[in-house]
Nanobody, 121 residues
Framework: QVQLVESGGGLVQAGGSLRLSCAAS????????MGWYRQAPGKQRELVAV???????VYADAVKGRFTISRGNAENTVFLQMNGLKAEDTAVYYC???????????????WGQGTQVTVSS
């Protein structure tokens, strides 16, 4: 099995910054992509940013120019640097990974437990 653990959420004022971290562990053969999604109360979970194994990145329009996703030197880590935070960024942020487990040929999707980001205005 693969486990994802997020950290770095908190309460900040509008215009402030936060850095989210996610680490994957477990019986991992290969991680194909990692990313961040978020979900606000009463809304569906939405894509924030994704980075692939080839270091290609995709960002939601709402965060372009403000958020930066990056992979750590360790292949099983991913970060989300959030600058210029706005009240509408308030949500639970979830780490996501597409990975192949040891002794498997199938790619599965894994989710972390989420970390709360609250931006006050």
């Amino acid at each position: 099995q693969v486990q994802l653990v997020e950290s770095g959420g908190g309460l900040v004022q509008a215009g402030g910054s936060l850095r989210l971290s996610c680490a994957a562990s477990g019986s991992i053969f290969r991680i194909n992509a990692m990313g961040w999604y978020r979900q606000a109360p009463g809304k569906q979970r939405e894509l924030v940013a994704v980075v692939t194994g080839g270091d290609s990145t995709v960002y939601a329009d709402a965060v372009k120019g403000r958020f930066t996703i990056s992979r750590g030197n360790a292949e099983n880590t991913v970060f989300l640097q959030m600058n210029g935070l706005k009240a509408e960024d308030t949500a639970v942020y979830y780490c996501n990974a597409r990975a192949v487990q040891l002794y498997s040929v199938n790619e599965n999707v894994y989710w972390g437990q989420g970390t709360q980001v609250t931006v006050s205005s």
